[in-house]
């Protein structure tokens, strides 16, 4: 007999559910919702269908129809769930509560209003494991403090690059209500530099000093998250991690790099789709342009990238019809910016790539010609129309009918970071230390949590390849790259260990990752806690991102908070008891012994692995 081939959703399907649930594996409103695609959409051709389970994976009830116009429908949880986890890594209930006060409007607002607050720099706290080589004092800033000879600070410089990446992850941790976190990542992953690499490279004075030149790449993103594109990609082409991660540092006249010059137009502005007409010789002649930029300053407390003329191709550049025919004549310095401005002129090919990019990180992969000509075409001619402004672009999406359509709910599998940060985030688990000058012990907690982020292939300074990560351009499987036989079993391991509890303990102090699905479930009223039906209601809406049907969340509590039993009292008594004498253990382990039952059952499924 043949062996039965198995789609990645059947596949996960059978991994993460349980028995009790296993007659309701085909939910109705899952078939009836979720966007697939095999060679491009298919779609049937009348919505009357009198038997929804006959449906074949690869249809969808209903063609998207929807476009930019203003949202004008319902403003509930559902929604406001959605907008966050979309905008954010996943959300907490005081994020909820407070956009549920606003207008749909208003909540967009605010979630697009990125405050200039900079966060303090990554410290010294890897001095009690290994003495700075500089001598910086335990818990002072290190990224001003330069290794001035070369091939000096390689040890600390190693130290300094973990602490960079655990402090990124505690950002991405502590984030604040809006944006500014999701689109860092946007921005880095579309304009990547992956540490280590630069830290392998031979140049003079990066073996101590790759960390403060990847944080100030970094920080160059996050003051410019919901900036202005151009002037982004202005700013890049001279950013010292740029120049030694794409090898503009050794561009020169006497021998042309390309290595940069086509990246900048195929992957960071032009793309290379069938309107991306640039050539070979365009390539040829952008490397000519920007030779002769060089990191200057490397061993000072601020690098800087300079224009050096005896480095640089001083002949015309000809470009071909493509740009127009541009001639960008030998103008020294200028010439960088003469460069991005015929870039930009190509307007509606840089503009619309980057929709196409927007798009597929916050909405969904599959763009079809209905999606290209009512969301990607319009958003484009508004990006353009707005000076290249990046917020403008978003709060119109994010306002449309088309960004709320039940099609792009519950679609589109989470990245490790929503997934894995994101529940942190909306279960309010601590990861702070008790004693917050023990630089230490805080680092190496949130160092430990980026390990787990790599195991499930996405962590912070480390990325794939100078595309990104494949999840999010990859033609055909885009997000399903995220999920493979080593991954999926680490996506749900490392969910089910918070549960139980991951201890960690270093200089001194211990701290446990635990979810309290307890203090969780008294956010909400008591009213929504006495009631089974009520709490498995509400947690099946912060934990999932449609709903399920009426028996798969009866047998949930049926299993869970009524413990096999067949009526509601046994779960309304616990809660009474408990309530009513909170210090009582014996009442207390049996509304937790249950509550984690309920979670556990819920993150099982998969659905919790989508957004």
């Known amino acids: 007999m043949r062996n039965k081939i198995l789609t990645r959703r059947a596949l996960l399907r059978k991994l993460f559910s349980k028995e009790i649930l296993e007659n309701y ?13 095999f060679n491009g959409r298919r779609t049937l051709a009348s919505t009357n269908i009198s038997n929804q389970n006959t449906l074949s994976e690869l249809d969808r009830v209903n063609p998207v129809t929807s476009g930019l116009n203003p949202y004008t429908g319902a403003w509930t949880d559902r929604q406001a769930i959605h907008l966050l986890k979309r905008t954010g890594f996943g959300f907490k209930k005081s994020d909820l509560d407070t956009i549920s006060n606003l207008s749909m409007m208003e909540a967009v607002d605010l979630i697009l209003n990125i405050d200039a607050t900079v966060p303090l720099p990554p410290i010294n706290n890897y001095e009690l494991d290994e003495p700075d080589e500089n001598s910086l004092p335990y818990g002072e800033d290190w990224t001003t403090d330069a290794f001035i000879t070369n091939g000096t600070g390689n040890t600390t410089d190693r130290k300094r690059m973990t602490s960079l990446t655990s402090w990124m992850t505690n950002l991405a941790i502590s984030q604040d209500i809006s944006i500014r976190e999701k689109m860092v990542l946007f921005w880095y992953h579309f304009i990547p530099v992956d540490f280590d690499f630069i830290k392998a490279s031979s140049n003079q004075y990066i073996s101590g000093n790759t960390a403060r030149v990847c944080y100030l790449y970094i920080k160059n993103l996050r003051d410019l998250s919901g900036g202005n594109f151009k002037t982004l990609i202005r700013s890049i082409a001279t950013q010292p991690a740029m120049m030694y991660y794409l090898n503009n540092q050794a561009n020169t006249n006497t021998a042309p790099d390309e290595n940069f010059a086509r990246e900048i137009m195929e992957l960071f502005t032009l793309g290379k789709g069938p309107n991306s007409q640039y050539t070979q010789a365009d390539v040829i002649e952008a490397a000519k342009v920007l030779t002769g930029w060089r990191v200057q300053n490397l061993n000072t407390s601020i690098p800087t990238t300079e224009f050096v003329v005896n480095k640089h191709d001083d002949s015309a550049k000809q470009f071909s019809a493509f740009f127009d025919n541009t001639l960008i004549s030998n103008s020294g310095v200028q010439e960088l910016d003469d460069f991005i401005d015929m870039i930009f002129a190509k307007s509606e090919v840089v503009s619309q790539y980057i929709c196409r990019r927007l798009y597929r990180f916050f909405v969904y992969y599959d763009i079809d010609p209905y999606i290209e000509t009512n969301v990607i075409e319009p958003l484009a001619q508004h990006f353009v129309a707005n000076n290249w402004e ?9 306002k449309s009918q088309h960004f709320y359509d039940m099609a792009n709910r519950g679609v589109y599998i989470k990245s490790p970071l929503d997934l894995f940060i994101g529940f942190i985030r909306t279960m309010n688990i601590e990861t702070n230390v008790s004693d917050p000058t023990n630089y230490n012990a805080q680092y190496y907690i949130w160092q430990r949590l980026d390990d787990l982020l790599a195991d499930m292939e996405q962590s912070m300074g480390s990325i794939p390849n100078v595309a990104g990560w494949q999840a999010f351009y990859q033609n055909p499987s885009f997000h399903e790259y995220w999920i493979n036989s080593n991954t999926i079993q680490k996506r749900f391991a490392y969910l089910s260990y918070i549960f139980y509890g991951i201890t960690f303990t270093h200089n001194g102090l211990t701290i446990k990752i635990k979810a309290d699905t307890l203090a969780f479930v008294q956010q909400f009223p008591n009213a929504t806690c006495i009631d089974p ?21 009866n047998d949930i509590k049926i299993q869970n908070l009524l413990t096999g039993q067949a009526t509601d009292y046994y779960w309304t008594q616990a809660w009474n008891n408990y309530t009513q004498d909170p210090t009582n ?12 039952g309920l979670f556990l059952t819920i993150i099982q499924l998969a659905e919790f692995q989508l957004m």
């Open 25 to 37: 594996q085909t939910d109705p409103l899952f078939q009836k919702y979720s966007r697939k695609i």
């Open 390 to 398: 990046i917020l403008p672009v978003l709060d119109k999406l994010f």
């Open 585 to 596: 253990e014996t009442y207390k382990l049996a509304v937790t012994t249950r509550l984690n």
């Open 533 to 553: 039906n009520l709490l498995v209601d509400e947690c099946v809406k912060y934990l999932l991102p449609i709903d399920l049907s009426t028996e798969q969340k």
